[in-house]
């Protein structure tokens, strides 16, 4: 990085090129933007960040992002509790919750199993699910009262890439250990397809298709 820019503006640089596909040169022209422009909307950028990382967390229940112990999708008492949907990535909640195909309660993996990045299935939340499908009535009771009801059927929806499918049989296989029902959806998301880019209609269409494991 060019020495010529002052060393706060070389920190901010910096920090920019961390974030998803946001190169040096695109870090160096936000920066510039953001410190030539209108500087009372960096302001506002700058508390929205540090506001959403002081409040947001993960939902200590399904692992989505929540500002609250437990997100507002497990507290809802009109969706069917008894249909777990699980997804590799907050971003697939948001686009299942956008298709409007799906109305059971989600689990985030975080990850999915890897092992050419050495991302092993302990790196994701697979044991956290396991842990809540084991919970035996009166600790769930304790925890989500009044909303629990006999788990019916797993749909595993991690994408249809080979670490994906990976993941999904191996969850596949400890799920139906414990006498739950397992599906994978199917059709409609192209091979090597992730959820986050599918469109409504297509996710509607796998969902639709799910198939037992
Ligand atoms: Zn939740």
Redesign the pocket.
């Known amino acids: 990085m060019s020495s010529i820019y002052p060393a706060t503006m070389r920190r901010l640089i910096n920090e920019l090129s961390k974030l998803p596909s946001i190169g040096e040169k695109s870090a160096g022209r936000l920066a510039y933007h953001l410190l030539t422009g209108d500087t009372s909307a960096s302001n506002d950028l700058a508390e929205a960040i540090r506001e959403a990382v002081e409040r947001v967390s993960l ?1 200590t ?4 992002i ?1 500002e609250s112990p ?2 507002p ?2 507290q809802d008492v009109r969706r069917a509790h008894d249909v777990l949907c699980v997804v590799e990535k907050p971003a697939d909640v948001i686009a299942l919750e956008k298709s409007g195909g799906f109305r059971g ?2 689990h985030v993996l975080h990850g999915v199993w890897s092992p050419l990045k050495g991302i092993g299935p302990e790196h994701t939340k697979i044991s956290e699910l396991l842990r809540r499908l084991q919970l035996d009535e009166s600790t769930l009771a304790a925890e989500r009262d009044p909303l629990k009801l006999p788990l019916q059927e797993v749909i595993l929806a991690t994408s249809t890439t080979v670490e994906g499918d990976a993941t999904a049989l191996y969850v596949a296989g400890l799920v139906e250990e414990l006498g739950v029902k397992v599906t994978r959806i199917a059709q409609g998301i192209p091979k090597g397809g992730e959820l986050e880019y599918a469109d409504e209609l297509t996710l509607n269409l796998s969902m639709e298709g799910r198939r037992s494991l």
């Open positions: 939902c229940v399904c692992y989505f929540s437990i997100c999708l497990c309660i989600y």
